[in-house]
């Protein structure tokens, strides 16, 4: 029963404390080693990049037990399920997805299923798992994955179910190993957390403050990353605009960008960015090194001050327009995307007209676009909402055809053109076709000869669609 249970607690997960991040460094108990000989791993990953990285520490982490992969659920001794709490539909998701595992527990009951993640921060999750889906032994929150060795040691030994959910964390675990799941493309975190504390989003309680990796660890990665062939990295955190901050040591995002930059590596990404604190060194750091991708992701999330201001965005429409308006004028040829978040409470008429207008004045390369979903324990949850759903629904569908229409303005520019991919791999949908991406980050099909993943190959253009382009290599 959830009782017996040490429960997070979003309450105490909203605190911050002053204190400087702890460094401290990864390692089991030799007991456990080869824990996992002659068994299986399945994981399943939900979310944003932040949890697509968690995984691979958690395969990495498997893989030193012993274990190892399979792509055969069926097949599996421990399944892991990595969860996203963002939106009410992807928890939805989840619950479906542990229900249908209950009929692989019964045919194998030996099997160990563990839920982690963004999910499992919530008391109310956690307490479900606990009352309604017996067939769950490990109950893991995301700050907790560096136990893994240690929840599955003691599931076998004392066949107790296990909870481990800390609401806080103030310490980086370093050195934790990691089973990338892409051989030419890698997540870097820079940094943990977010401070942002949006009114709507659950990210800061799940995911804790906000702290910055050491410049040395970050690098160090980089470098062996290189040395192992990869192409691209993408600089990962909530907000990487604030990269440093809490380190106190004047040394900021342009200054990593910078000395990444120096490392060699090819291409080089980094999200999200946060328009509140993106400054001028930033922009010039980014038009100064040539491996830094042409590509920005800023959000905006709505285009009215007045439900910005109720979002906690902390700037107005007219301060994102500025920001907006100077990194088009001085980086040009750069693809902008952005989120917008659709139906926030009692968003009026006028103001998604606003955000239409937004649209209309940032001509986005692509939007990712969201009708606002309630989270428990975040101050929106209790503003006063009474936009019927129907209208939020016509809204978001009004939204995602001013959004394409401008996606395939932009793309029409590489009509005929030759552009550089970095070839992800063969497409699922047809053989002899490859995907990969451009500096832009547009997604590109194309047909080629010889072609292998990781390759960055030139292609001609021969076909423009609103969310990708069509072409052939040239030699
Ligand atoms: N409802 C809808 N969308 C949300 N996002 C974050 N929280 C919510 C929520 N409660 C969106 C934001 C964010 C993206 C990752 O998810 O647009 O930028
Ligand atoms: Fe959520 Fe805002 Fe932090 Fe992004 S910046 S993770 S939207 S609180």
Known sequence: MAKDYLLPDLNDARKRDKELSQK????????????????????????????????????GILDALGYAATEDEKKADVILINTCAVRQGAEEK????????KRLKTSNPDLIIGIGGCMCQEEETVRTLLDKYHQVDIIFGTHNISSLPKMLH?????????????SKMGDIVEDMPVTRFMSHKAWVNIMYGCDKFCTYCIVPYTRGKERSRYKEDILLEVNQLIDQGYKEICLLGQNVNAYGKDLSNDYGFADLLNDVSATGIERIRFMTSHPWDFNDRMIEAIRNNRNIMPYIHLPIQSGSSKILKKMNRRYSKDDYFALFDKLKQELPGYAFTTDIIVGFPDETDEDFKDTLDAVDHCQYDNAYTFIYSKRKGTPAAEFPDATPMEVKEARLQELNKKVAYYANMNNQKFADQIVEVLVDGISKRNSNTYSGYTPENKLVNFTGTDIRTGQIVKVKITEVLSFSLNGIAVK
Not at 33 to 59: F, P, V, W
């Open 154 to 166: 003691d599931v076998y030994t004392t066949r107790q179910r296990k909870v481990e959910v800390f």
């Open 94 to 101: 989840v619950f479906g997805e542990i229900g249908a595992l």
């Open 24 to 59: 401290v460094h990864f390692s089991f108990d030799s007991e456990y080693e080869g824990m996992g000989k002659g068994l299986y791993y399945y994981i399943i990953t939900h979310g944003c990049q932040a949890n697509q990285r968690d995984s691979e520490t958690m395969a």
